[in-house]
T-cell receptor, first 112, second 112 residues
Framework: SQTIHQWPATLVQPVGSPLSLECTVE??????LYWYRQAAGRGLQLLFY??????ISSEVPQNLSASRPQDRQFILSSKKLLLSDSGFYLC???????????FGQGTRLTVV | DAKTTQPPSMDCAEGRAANLPCNHS???????VYWYRQIHSQGPQYIIH???NNETNEMASLIITEDRKSSTLILPHATLRDTAVYYC?????????????FGKGTTLSVSS
């Protein structure tokens, strides 16, 4: 069966510090991968999606970036965090042949 | 932008059916209707999806109108654990480069 791992679960970082969130998927190959963010009291915002290694599409301009160094690994990064980067970050994957997407448990990031 | 319109909130008594409506008047022929829910502080959970026929699984039923411009998610016997934000999404994530775009959803409150 397929599983998605996302870590850490919670993170407190100072303004201006770097960020690296990692997401891995097991039990499938060539998944579509996604990063979403949910600010406090708001809806889910799509940040990045990837249909293959090295293929990243950005939905919203921001100081975040994403990379896919391996087929089942998706990394969200920032060189310098802003207060506005605080939120609940969710990684998700979908297979190419089925319709539904599956979400990780999320990382709650607080920038102080 | 989300392509769906949902009421911001609904209440339901425990044990009764919860009927959550969704309008998607601009849906295109190859787009599916997806329903997800998000329980507080967790990642979204897939519930059901459909193209034009009604669908049923162990969690819920999905009724899509003949013109496909609206749909209803039915939880036949709501429980307290069904309290969550329910998202109706139209998309075709089997198409390369397409992702799920979440709107604000409907907050369903189930009470005893």
């Amino acid at each position: 069966s397929q599983t998605i791992h996302q870590w850490p679960a919670t993170l407190v970082q100072p303004v201006g510090s770097p960020l690296s969130l990692e997401c891995t998927v097991e039990g499938t190959s060539n998944p579509n991968l996604y990063w979403y963010r949910q600010a406090a009291g708001r809806g889910l915002q799509l940040l990045f999606y990837s249909v293959g290694i090295g293929q990243i599409s950005s939905e919203v301009p921001q100081n975040l970036s994403a990379s896919r160094p391996q087929d089942r690994q998706f990394i969200l990064s920032s060189k310098k965090l802003l207060l506005s980067d605080s939120g609940f970050y969710l990684c998700a994957w979908s297979p190419g042949t089925r319709a539904e997407a599956f979400f990780g448990q999320g990382t709650r990031l607080t920038v102080v | 932008d989300a392509k769906t319109t949902q009421p911001p909130s609904m209440d339901c008594a425990e044990g009764r059916a919860a009927n959550l409506p969704c309008n998607h008047s601009t849906i295109s022929g190859n787009e599916y209707v997806y329903w997800y829910r998000q329980i507080h502080s967790q990642g979204p959970q897939y519930i059901i999806h459909g193209l034009k026929n009604n669908e049923t699984n162990e969690m819920a039923s999905l009724i899509i109108t003949e013109d496909r411009k609206s749909s209803t998610l039915i939880l036949p016997h709501a429980t307290l654990r069904d309290t969550a934000v329910y998202y109706c999404i139209v998309s075709n994530i089997n198409q390369a480069g397409t992702a799920l775009i979440f709107g604000k959803g409907t907050t369903l409150s189930v009470s005893s």
